[in-house]
């Protein structure tokens, strides 16, 4: 399951937009891998997300593929998934399901952007 989040979650955000946006979806990413660390299991199911740091070039391409592929609808909805990561809390022992939960709806959010910015995206990050 970790991996499949971790799939979904580097394919749907790198559709974070142009310039900023890009570098903002791979700082969440990173943000959220940190605040999950402190969760009390072992993860036994492998529902917490994994740190996924875009190199330079990936951000660069994620960048051209937003500028060629993504409407201004489609940079809105992985905007609002990257402020849905930013705004996790800690993972601690009391919030740890609902961390887990929390997480997976940002990360789903960022499915709603048109199958072509889906497929430039997720095709630049590679």
Do not use: R, W
């Not at 790198?14 to 959220?32: F, I, K, P």
């Not at 705004?87 to 399901?97: G, H, I, S, V, Y």
């Amino acid at each position: 399951m970790k991996k499949i989040f971790g799939a979904v979650a580097v394919a749907a955000l790198a559709l974070t937009g142009c310039g900023n946006l890009c570098e903002d979806m791979s700082e969440a990413l990173v943000s959220s891998a940190e605040k999950s660390q402190s969760c009390p299991s072992s993860d036994p199911d492998e529902t917490l997300p994994g740190g996924f740091k875009f190199t330079d070039a990936q951000i660069n391409k994620c960048s051209e593929a937003i500028d060629k592929s993504c409407t201004s609808d489609d940079k809105k909805v992985i905007e609002n998934a990257v402020d849905c990561l930013n705004d996790l809390p800690k993972c601690t022992a009391a919030n740890e399901k609902s961390f887990q939960t929390s997480y997976g709806v940002c990360i789903l959010g960022a499915i709603g952007v048109s199958e072509a910015c889906g497929n430039a995206l997720g095709a630049s990050i590679q």
